[in-house]
């Protein structure tokens, strides 16, 4: 779902040595800078409803924190989607046709490692998908498994 082929540029800016948590914490610890860039990507289409930075105040904000620090160590110590090259099973990528750029272009990344990945696209939903088209998104998803497990039934006769 929605998946990044790499950890992208403007992520890596906010892990980076002894300035990443000042950017993180200007950008993502601050309520007024989250609510603006909510308001930037609902505007540009690329968010729904959905408020994906809710999180950030129900939690210690550098727990998120730390996850982008090991989105980072996927990338940088295990090659990131390279390290998914040798899989060769049945793929399907659910997405929705207003998310990130950045999401767009790892589309093309991930049908050249896993060739013959079905990409399916749901119009209008930006990137929270699961939040803003959650109906449409589990049927995307487990059809294709449930077709897979059909398959593998017996015939009764």
């Known amino acids: ?8 540029w403007f992520l890596r800016a906010l892990v980076l040595p002894q300035i990443g948590p000042l950017l993180y914490h200007i950008t993502f610890a601050n309520p007024t800078s989250r609510n603006a860039m909510l308001w930037t990507l609902r505007r540009s289409g690329v968010m729904g409803e959905f408020n994906p930075f809710e999180t950030w105040e129900r939690c210690d904000p550098w727990v998120p924190y730390a996850h982008l620090k090991l989105y980072q160590e996927v990338e940088d110590e295990l090659g990131g989607a390279r390290y998914f090259s040798a899989v060769r099973a ?8 207003n998310t ?5 272009r790892a589309l093309q990344v991930w049908e050249d490692l896993l060739g013959g990945v079905e990409i399916r696209r749901i119009p209008g939903v930006g990137h929270q998908i699961t939040q803003d088209a959650a109906e449409e998104t589990a049927r995307l998803t487990f059809q294709p498994l449930q077709a897979l497990a059909d398959k593998a039934q017996p015939q009764n006769a």
Request: aromatic letters at 14%; a negative charge.
């Open 100 to 104: 990130f750029a950045a999401i767009k």
């Open 90 to 97: 049945p793929s399907c990528i659910v997405t929705g046709s």
């Open 1 to 8: 779902l929605e998946p990044f082929c790499d950890f992208p």
